[in-house]
């Protein structure tokens, strides 16, 4: 868990002083970062894909997942906590919009959604080496630095998905260690690229809303496929 504290930590700090330097911060140099974030977010999820053995098997786990996440209207509750915190913690904006929810939904997506969030929080929690999750911190403040400049306070309140899905991770690590294989890990990081292409797509460059949080089920259907397919 020290290095889901310390994660947690990094974007705290980030996301505090892009807060307190935002206003001073152009307009357009807000979009333009925000938008060489989501064209990076992009590559770095078309990277992950490519390390699928089998397409056909991200393509499955991710029309499942969708259809479970749709079920449990996963999307859904993300943005209802968001409002919820928002509504105790942040006024509307001028025009209305909804700057708070964005920011936590992309914010938790981006800071959970990621090879270095699986192997790191499995690494810290068997042998309590965070090393690789600490790169991750540093990755995330920066990126909180930029998202809380822009999308304001509900950038920091993802510190709370942050704390229960990578800190989850590493308490069940053993068990999961005990049964995911190389294969498991390959197509779920390669269904993560995915779902990091739709959420730079959806959230950050602002092309196609895409319901991007209901997909994340299909992270857990991936590695099953994979063992299903290896029984039969």
Request: glycine letters at 12%; charged letters at 10%.
């Amino acid at each position: 868990m020290t290095g889901t504290f310390l994660n947690i930590a990094t974007v705290l700090i980030g996301g505090v002083i892009g807060l307190i330097f935002g206003a001073r911060i152009p307009e357009k140099l807000k979009a333009t970062v925000i938008s060489g974030m989501g064209l990076f977010t992009a590559a770095m999820g078309l990277q992950m894909f490519l390390k699928t053995e089998n397409p056909l098997i991200v393509l499955g786990a991710l029309l499942i997942g969708t259809l479970l996440g749709e079920w449990w209207r996963i999307e859904d509750g993300l943005q209802n906590v968001g409002k919820a915190l928002e509504q105790r913690f942040s006024k509307a904006d001028d025009d209305g919009s909804n700057k708070f929810v964005r920011g936590f939904l992309t914010a938790s997506l981006l800071f959970c959604v990621g090879p270095m969030t699986i192997l790191g929080s499995i690494q810290d929690g068997l042998t309590g080496d965070y090393s690789l999750l600490a790169v991750k911190s540093v990755l995330d403040g920066f990126a909180s630095l930029a998202f809380a400049s822009t999308l304001g306070v509900g950038v920091m309140f993802s510190t709370l998905i942050i704390l229960v899905y990578q800190g989850g991770i590493s308490l069940l690590a053993a068990q999961l260690n005990a049964i995911v294989t190389a294969s498991m890990m390959n197509e779920l990081t390669a269904t993560g690229g995915v779902i990091l292409l739709g959420l730079a797509i959806s959230s950050l460059l602002e092309i196609k809303k895409i319901r991007v949080g209901n997909m994340l089920p299909g992270l857990l259907v991936a590695p099953l496929i994979v063992w299903v397919l290896g029984v039969f």
